[in-house]
């Protein structure tokens, strides 16, 4: 734990770079912290959402608002939770693994998690874990819930309580209540029970409590849902694509064509451009199917029950990962990898007590190029940290060119810094200006003029948009006529550049107040 905190929690509030995601996501959290309403001003005047913030699962912002109520706000802050996430997954990896093989499985499921790189990384180190917990997500909670819940099973399934059962529902709503994939879990154990004890599971009462476990800690949320239903319907237009289950092409398109990690496409070419001296890819590559087979087959004498639910939870939260998930970002694996983690001890426990010489040697040379290649990986990080400009120092230098009281409208990325300026996302405008996003959409042009801002940032993300959409073949095309006829209307005037290695170029607009047309 202590080498965790060492690696993860240094230079946190400048490495790596603030990203689009971690403001966008700390913004709900910190309207409620400071004025006890759970929205987000990012989007004000999009569903309501500056009322009610449906967008994302509730227990994250809710965590996180009671950090920033407690600590304040700032990078640091809004990073804190996740590192925490981190700490607390680490525990509750050591507490699955024991019941799956004992200490030394628990103990190598957590040093795995500290030290297999399983990407590539870019600035980053590669190992999964520490760079998640560095990044400002809810993903890096589901699993914390989802072993917990998996944790609670296992003494659920030896005592037979139906306090356990309870509990293993509860873990899996706060699971789902951070993000939905969390979800998973409920069908693995439900399954698992039917399989095991037939129609006992259901005469003794062991479903009932599961369920109801589950339902509780979600019905104050869909109660908030509830009131504002029509809005809520609104906030999640964008994401509705993600859930055509009922057309079987879906699933075939996520196995096959799936964006991001695991799906058949994404594997293929993974193992096309992997180079052998990744170590730490190939014994997760390798060595998890292996783990999964070995545990399936004689799992039941060592670890008892425990090791087979392992088995079969691994298999099938990645076989839903891989059918439902239509976007498979590489955020989402750390819900995934610490069941897969665990596997890979408890298979490499088991091979260093087959006692073969060979074996060990193989063991404990494979081990120490894992090592070598996490201690590379960290070290590089931490150097690629110096180079980084600090985020509260840009975003000064932008604040710097803005009058005080002004409407800014920028990238979610600047928020967090120009936080105590009224802030609208540039998406809140792109949003009002797309069918797929808005149901009476309007031109972008009409939809800056709804915002009305009083100054417009242009970063090098919107400077790239605009300049590929300026050809009429870009399907964004729309977008820049939108721009240019507002900016021919009202001619922003730029009074500031600012430039920087990290975060790029910002152009800061100031927009001319609208004079009223004069009356007949």
Same mark, same amino acid.
């Given at each position: 734990m202590a080498a965790y905190l060492a690696v993860t929690v240094p230079r946190l509030g400048v490495f790596p770079p603030v990203g689009e995601d971690e403001p966008w996501i700390a913004a709900a959290p910190y309207k409620l912290a400071t004025q006890g309403v759970l929205g987000s001003d990012l989007f004000a005047g999009y569903y309501g959402m500056e009322r009610h913030h449906y967008e994302h699962m509730p227990l994250y912002p809710l965590a996180q608002a009671a950090v920033f109520k407690a600590f304040g706000v700032g990078v640091v802050q809004m990073r804190a939770l996740p590192v925490a996430c981190g700490l607390f997954l680490l525990v509750v990896v050591f507490l699955v693994g024991r019941q799956a093989g004992g200490d030394r499985v628990g103990a190598l499921a957590v040093a795995l998690m500290l030290t297999l790189r399983v990407t590539a990384g870019g600035i980053g180190t590669g190992i999964l874990l520490l760079d998640r917990a560095r990044i400002n997500r809810y993903d890096i909670a589901v699993p914390v819930f989802g072993l917990a819940a998996l944790w609670a099973f296992n003494h659920a399934e030896r005592a037979r309580g139906q306090a356990w059962y309870a509990l293993t529902g509860l873990f899996t709503a706060l699971a789902t209540l951070s993000h939905l994939y969390g979800v998973f879990w409920l069908p693995v154990f439900a399954g698992l029970m039917i399989a095991r004890h037939g129609r006992d599971a259901f005469r003794q009462k062991m479903?009932? !409590?599961?369920?109801?476990?589950?339902?509780?800690?979600?019905? %104050?949320?869909?109660?908030?849902?509830?009131?504002?239903?029509?809005? /809520?319907?609104?906030?999640?237009?964008?994401?509705?694509? +993600?859930?055509?289950?009922?057309?079987? $092409?879906?699933?075939?398109?996520?196995?096959?064509?799936?964006?991001? &990690?695991?799906?058949?496409?994404?594997?293929?070419?993974?193992?096309? =451009? *992997?180079?052998?001296?990744?170590? @730490?890819?190939?014994?997760?590559?390798?060595?998890?199917? =292996?783990?999964? =087979?070995?545990?399936?087959?004689?799992?039941?004498?060592?670890?008892?029950?425990?090791?087979?639910?392992?088995?079969?939870?691994? *298999?099938? #939260?990645?076989?839903?990962?891989?059918?439902?998930?239509?976007?498979?970002?590489?955020?989402?694996?750390?819900?995934?990898?610490?069941?897969?983690?665990?596997?890979?001890?408890?298979?490499?426990?088991?091979?260093?007590?087959? #006692?073969?010489?060979?074996?060990?040697?193989?063991?404990?040379?494979?081990?120490?190029?894992?090592?070598?290649?996490?201690?590379?990986?960290?070290?590089?990080?931490?150097?690629?940290?110096?180079?980084?400009?600090?985020?509260?120092?840009?975003?000064?230098?932008?604040?710097?060119?803005? !009058?005080?009281?002004?409407?800014?409208?920028?990238? #979610?990325?600047?928020?967090?810094?120009? +936080?105590? /300026?009224?802030? +609208?996302?540039?998406?809140? %405008?792109?949003?009002?200006? #797309?069918?797929?996003?808005?149901?009476? !959409?309007?031109?972008?042009?009409?939809?800056?003029?709804?915002?009305? &801002?009083?100054?417009?940032?242009?970063?090098?993300?919107?400077?790239? $948009?605009?300049?590929?959409?300026?050809? !009429?073949?870009?399907?964004?095309?729309?977008? /820049?006529? @939108?721009?240019e006829r507002f900016k021919a209307r009202r001619r922003p005037a730029l009074t500031c550049v600012v430039r920087d290695r990290t975060y790029g170029t910002m152009q800061v607009y100031k927009v001319p107040s609208q004079v009223p047309a004069r009356q007949p």
């Amino acid at each position: 734990m202590a080498a965790y905190l060492a690696v993860t929690v240094p230079r946190l509030g400048v490495f790596p770079p603030v990203g689009e995601d971690e403001p966008w996501i700390a913004a709900a959290p910190y309207k409620l912290a400071t004025q006890g309403v759970l929205g987000s001003d990012l989007f004000a005047g999009y569903y309501g959402m500056e009322r009610h913030h449906y967008e994302h699962m509730p227990l994250y912002p809710l965590a996180q608002a009671a950090v920033f109520k407690a600590f304040g706000v700032g990078v640091v802050q809004m990073r804190a939770l996740p590192v925490a996430c981190g700490l607390f997954l680490l525990v509750v990896v050591f507490l699955v693994g024991r019941q799956a093989g004992g200490d030394r499985v628990g103990a190598l499921a957590v040093a795995l998690m500290l030290t297999l790189r399983v990407t590539a990384g870019g600035i980053g180190t590669g190992i999964l874990l520490l760079d998640r917990a560095r990044i400002n997500r809810y993903d890096i909670a589901v699993p914390v819930f989802g072993l917990a819940a998996l944790w609670a099973f296992n003494h659920a399934e030896r005592a037979r309580g139906q306090a356990w059962y309870a509990l293993t529902g509860l873990f899996t709503a706060l699971a789902t209540l951070s993000h939905l994939y969390g979800v998973f879990w409920l069908p693995v154990f439900a399954g698992l029970m039917i399989a095991r004890h037939g129609r006992d599971a259901f005469r003794q009462k062991m479903i009932v !409590p599961l369920l109801v476990g589950f339902a509780c800690p979600w019905l %104050p949320w869909l109660a908030f849902v509830a009131s504002g239903w029509s809005d /809520y319907l609104g906030q999640t237009r964008l994401n509705s694509e +993600r859930f055509d289950l009922f057309n079987p $092409l879906f699933y075939v398109d996520n196995v096959l064509h799936g964006d991001g &990690p695991i799906s058949l496409d994404w594997s293929v070419n993974t193992l096309r =451009a *992997l180079p052998f001296a990744r170590a @730490g890819t190939w014994t997760m590559l390798i060595g998890c199917p =292996a783990a999964c =087979a070995t545990m399936l087959s004689v799992g039941r004498h060592r670890g008892g029950s425990a090791a087979n639910v392992l088995a079969v939870a691994a *298999l099938a #939260q990645t076989g839903m990962f891989v059918a439902l998930l239509k976007v498979k970002t590489l955020n989402y694996m750390i819900a995934l990898w610490p069941v897969w983690a665990l596997l890979l001890a408890w298979f490499g426990v088991w091979l260093w007590d087959r #006692q073969r010489p060979a074996v060990r040697v193989a063991l404990l040379a494979l081990l120490a190029l894992v090592t070598a290649e996490a201690v590379t990986r960290v070290v590089n990080a931490q150097n690629n940290a110096k180079q980084v400009s600090p985020y509260d120092w840009f975003e000064s230098e932008v604040a710097g060119c803005i !009058p005080s009281g002004a409407l800014v409208l920028g990238l #979610q990325h600047s928020w967090l810094g120009l +936080r105590h /300026y009224p802030y +609208r996302s540039w998406l809140l %405008p792109i949003y009002l200006a #797309q069918p797929r996003t808005y149901h009476e !959409p309007i031109d972008l042009d009409a939809a800056l003029a709804r915002v009305n &801002p009083e100054v417009i940032l242009v970063d090098r993300y919107i400077d790239e $948009l605009m300049t590929k959409a300026a050809s !009429p073949t870009d399907p964004n095309h729309a977008l /820049y006529v @939108g721009f240019e006829r507002f900016k021919a209307r009202r001619r922003p005037a730029l009074t500031c550049v600012v430039r920087d290695r990290t975060y790029g170029t910002m152009q800061v607009y100031k927009v001319p107040s609208q004079v009223p047309a004069r009356q007949p």
